[in-house]
């Protein structure tokens, strides 16, 4: 044990040193304080329903009908209780307090990559730094994605796996990619895991490249087997998520139009205007060197403060009342976007900011690296920084988007761009590596260090002194801001220029500031290395030097995005959204499926109304397609009441724009849970059926594809209006009613169609229903007296769990022979 602890102290020592650093950085989690994260705090709303009933039931329901009318959880919140990566995950985030947990996986995952690269570890634990710092990472924790930032986590180790295979440790290497693989596929973040498989594949193209020259294909050939193993195994691990997601996927947004009209998507996948949305700007790339050369994020901080420009422009028309300049450029901040971010897309929360130190090192790597990572690198970095730049390149974009398998499933392109914020760092160290190495000629190494200094260095300090050589600091739509400015005030051009001027001169300001600030960081890197190559500076000190220069660089920038302020009491955070008056009052109905229809927020963008009641609008990037299409036809121009109807919307919630007081009002004519219908009304096609409910009564008549009439026999119908249909029995997942009825009769459910798992029994006996309404269910019911049941009990989840299980078993048989063949060869090795 002794031996053990003597010869890993240096990493022990590290960790120590990550763990310090990470809970000084979110000092607050330390008085039991977390996070306010946006998406959080809306997932928490979506999962209402389901935390309810796992609380009642132990188990959480795989459907939940508190927004859109009812969707699966399969991406809100779903157990995986025998998938093994749902344990990993939680040891992850539950062991230390969040984000720390987040953070400490970013270190670790990447200081065990530069270690299997041989790195020096106080040179290592720099790189970690280096990366887990990188600013997009702490923008995704401050707004709360979560599964993207743990599945960013898992990068660096399956690379680290991969390697150790490759160089033959096949058993321990593959064993460790399954482990990560599999703790990635369950983070779930699909969009990640593609983009990390897409650099992935790159690699292996070079290696086998590299192979078939150097004549060694069947080493190579055995790694890759291993390597495939590796993945199936993974995948197995994840069967339940895998299959789940991949059956809904289908059925959401990310899938084919069930409609054929001129402005329904075509083909399957998201249209490129919405997947291109947020696209990085061809100049934005240089904000990886300077951080707010495009202004940061979506922002008016800087411009409110009383020495800005635009500050002491606007307060010219407000005779310089303080509260009045703040309100009125809030007011243009909000109207006309004047903004200090000036790029193209509709917002952000931050940009990408791979550190002034290590943008320098990684020049100098291109350099003097001589490992056939360079290469890869270099081809990954350049196609994804063309790949992140969507519609402002689509040359390369369209082709991914058109050809490539799965890729227009993913919105915000610019995310590919956290793949090159783990390979930057990892070129970056491995130049100073092979500066430590001592191969190359020490004036060679000291002149290409100097030319890589000169030229990022050199950029640096272009931009901070003449920053309008290169950047206009304006957004494309400049002169029509400017021509609304006028009008807004009354159309006095005079003053709406000098505002749009002072607003151009805040954002050279705040771009100039910080391109001085990486040139000072350059020069900082720039002697440290310089130092220790001309052996005026101890080696291991010259680490440690660099790992706080790299620390200081990133934390600066960070802590504009992720600070503090950003932190709130766990009570204050768990009763986030608190029920108003009409809330209160909805909630005293005790009938236990009806919705609401909030008008008083954004009602398809929002899920707040979820934590209080089953909603027809709510918040998720994944809703059913059919519902979206019901929504974009039947809600974006106007209101369809006869819709709200069939969807049993019982309340409506508007507010006051004057006085901002919430109304309640009570829907009459809401259809309830269940009911019979006199008369079928068959379409041809989806677009028919759109159609046809723009106006009709959903109480009467269900409009139905002519597809279903096998399921019906019009013959024997009667119209039921002697009977009744009740729900008696309500579970988001097991629905059960009473009905009694003379004849045969044709019952319409206000539930959602989905027919991956949904199935109905009548008396314990399944029985087929089928689509009305566009987007709900039906069923001709036999005559009599009968108990009807709606259970969820989709064959990709349970037969998933079990292939899940299986697969946990044997990933944790792979770890331990891994494990036990190299401690094998390491004790041989020794003798």
Known sequence: MNNWFKNNGTHLAIIAIFVVICFAYFSPVLQGKAPAQSDVIQSKAMQKEIMDYKAKDGKGPLWTNQMFGGMPSYQIW????????????????????????????????????????????????????????????????????????????????IIAGIILTLRGKYWYGASLTALFLALEIRSNHIQMTYYLFLAILIFVGIEVYQSYKAKTLPALGKAIGFLAVAVLL????????????????????????????????????????????????????????????????????????????????????????????????????????????????????????????????????????????????????????????????????????????LYNKFRAVESILAVIGLLVPVLALLAVKEAQEGNIDQKELVKKLTWSAGIVGGFALIVALIPTLFFSFKTSNHAEIVQALTQYLQNNASIAQKIANGLVEDRISIARADAFRSFFFVLIGFGIVWAFITKKMNMQFAFGLLSLAILVDMWQ?????????????????????????????????????????DLSISTFQDA??????????????????????????????????????????????????????????????????????????????????????????????????????????????????????????????????EYSTAKDVIAVFSEIYYNKGWKMYIDGV?????????????????????????IFHPTSYYTGEKISLAGSILLVLGLGFGFYTENKKKKTLKA
């Open 78 to 157: 779903v157990q995986y209780a025998y998938n093994g990566a749902t344990y990993g995950i939680a040891l992850i985030t539950k062991a230390l307090p969040n984000p720390v947990g987040t953070v400490m996986l970013l270190l670790l995952g990447a200081y065990f990559l530069f270690i299997v690269l041989k790195v020096n570890p106080w040179l290592a634990a720099a790189g970690a730094i280096a990366f887990a710092f990188t600013s997009y990472n702490f923008v995704l924790i401050a707004t709360g994605h979560s599964n993207k930032a743990l599945a960013i986590g898992f990068f660096a180790p």
């Open 234 to 405: 993974s995948v197995m691990v994840n069967a339940s998520l895998l299959w789940t997601t991949s059956e809904y996927a289908k059925e959401t947004n990310r899938g084919k139009s069930n409609l054929n009209s001129a402005n329904a998507e075509k083909g399957a996948g998201m249209s490129k205007e919405y997947a291109y949305g947020w696209s990085q700007g061809v100049g934005e790339t240089f904000s990886f060197l300077i951080p707010s050369l495009y202004g940061g994020k979506t922002s008016i901080d800087e411009l409110v403060k009383p020495e800005s420009n635009m500050y002491k422009a606007v307060a010219e028309i407000t005779d310089g009342d303080q509260g009045q300049t703040i309100q009125a450029i809030q007011s243009l901040g909000q109207q006309l976007n004047m903004q200090e971010y000036w790029g193209e897309k509709p917002s952000t929360s931050g940009g990408y900011y791979f550190g002034a130190v290590i943008c320098f090192l990684f020049v100098f790597g291109l350099f003097i690296v001589r490992s056939r990572l360079k290469w890869w690198i270099l081809a990954t970095t350049i196609l994804f920084i063309l790949l992140s730049l969507g519609k402002n390149f689509p040359l390369v974009s369209d082709l991914f988007f058109d050809y490539f398998p």
């Open 766 to 790: 399944e029985k087929p229903y089928f689509r009305a309404d566009y987007v709900l269910r039906a069923a001709q019911l036999e005559a009599g007296n009968h108990k009807l049941e709606f």
């Open 608 to 737: 707040s109304t979820s934590t209080f009641h089953k909603t027809v609008g709510g918040y998720h990037a994944a809703k059913l397609k059919r519902y979206d299409e019901l929504i974009q036809n039947q809600f974006t121009k106007s209101i369809n009441q006869d819709v709200l109807d069939m969807l049993n919307t019982k309340y409506i919630i508007s507010q006051d724009q004057k006085t901002g007081s919430y109304k309640m009002q009570r829907n009459p004519t809401a259809a309830g849970n269940a009911w019979f219908v006199g008369s079928v009304q068959y379409v041809k096609n989806s677009d028919e059926e759109m159609k046809a409910i723009s106006s009709f009564d959903a109480k009467k008549e269900a409009i139905v594809d002519e597809s279903y009439k096998v399921l019906m026999n019009s013959k024997i119908l009667g119209t039921g209006e002697e009977g009744f249909i009740k729900l008696t029995n309500y579970n988001p997942d097991h629905l059960t009613y």
């Open 557 to 597: 920038v960070d802590r504009r995005y992720l600070n503090n302020k950003n932190f709130e009491t766990k009570s204050t955070l768990e009763n986030y959204f608190q029920p108003r008056d009409v809330d209160t009052f909805i909630a005293a109905d005790k009938d236990p499926n009806f919705r609401v229809f």
